[in-house]
């Protein structure tokens, strides 16, 4: 019997891989996975294979601004096959330290560079409108997506958690939405309109409560 190479190796491992989404975000009134219930799914599989899973990161300064790098490597002592992604560490740093606006960024790009190497599709269906304006606004994050430049101002993006706040829901509620259905990893990232919709959703959700 011939012996598999890595990509048939990787193909029985993302055919196999289940990871339901059992994390809940109750601004987006949706179910999400973390990067830490796919490394929980696919240990065992890649267990299976005799394959090895390593996550690095790395700090990239673009501009006056630095992204968290993660690259998810996987390899069967023979053969060896990376994904990046990145996210951006948050100029937020009220109440919260910098090893921890770090670990942040670096658990979302990790969440993506899983995403990428096992195939795991977090995205809208591709035919809604939703999808298309999600794929329009940003190409970021797994393999070699450029990082995205900023929008908003530093008063639009504390209005916005500020009414998140007053909604009861916490700044991580708002970046999975952000994240989700905009690609973002920082509300600084939106659009002017993206901005609205999401301000909007917040006071609706505001007023419903």
């Given amino acids: 019997m011939t012996e598999k190479n890595l990509v048939q190796k990787l193909?029985?491992?993302?055919?196999?891989?289940?990871v339901p989404k059992d994390q809940k975000n109750n601004f987006g009134n949706y179910?999400?996975?973390?990067?830490?219930d796919?490394?929980?799914g696919v240990k065992p599989l890649n267990a299976e294979e005799g394959l090895l899973l390593t996550l690095t990161d790395e700090p990239i300064l673009t501009g006056d601004r630095?992204?968290?790098?993660?690259?998810?490597?996987i390899t069967d002592g023979n053969e060896t096959h990376s994904?990046?992604?990145?996210?951006?560490e948050s100029l937020n740093k009220k109440g919260?330290?910098?090893?921890?606006?770090?670990?942040?960024a670096s658990s979302y790009a990790r969440k993506y560079a899983l995403n990428g190497l096992y195939l795991i599709d977090d995205t809208k269906d591709a035919d809604t409108d939703e999808y298309q304006n999600q794929n329009n606004n940003t190409q970021t994050y797994q393999t070699q997506g450029k990082p995205p430049n900023g929008n908003?101002?530093?008063?639009?993006?504390?209005?916005?958690?500020?009414?998140?706040?007053?909604?009861?829901?916490?700044?991580?509620?708002?970046?999975?939405?952000?994240?989700?259905?905009?690609?973002?990893?920082?509300?600084?990232?939106?659009?002017?309109?993206?901005?609205?919709e999401v301000v909007a959703r917040l006071e609706n959700k505001q007023g419903a409560s």
């Fill in 11 to 18: 193909l029985s491992v993302q055919s196999k891989l289940k």
């Fill in 31 to 36: 179910n999400y996975r973390s990067a830490e």
């Fill in 38 to 40: 796919i490394l929980e």
């Fill in 66 to 73: 630095y992204y968290i790098k993660a690259t998810a490597t």
């Fill in 83 to 88: 994904v990046t992604a990145y996210a951006r």
């Fill in 96 to 104: 919260v330290d910098d090893s921890q606006i770090t670990g942040t």
């Fill in 152 to 196: 908003l101002s530093s008063k639009q993006v504390s209005r916005l958690f500020a009414i998140a706040k007053e909604a009861g829901f916490s700044n991580e509620d708002v970046k999975q939405v952000l994240m989700k259905d905009y690609k973002k990893t920082q509300a600084k990232d939106l659009t002017k309109k993206e901005y609205d």
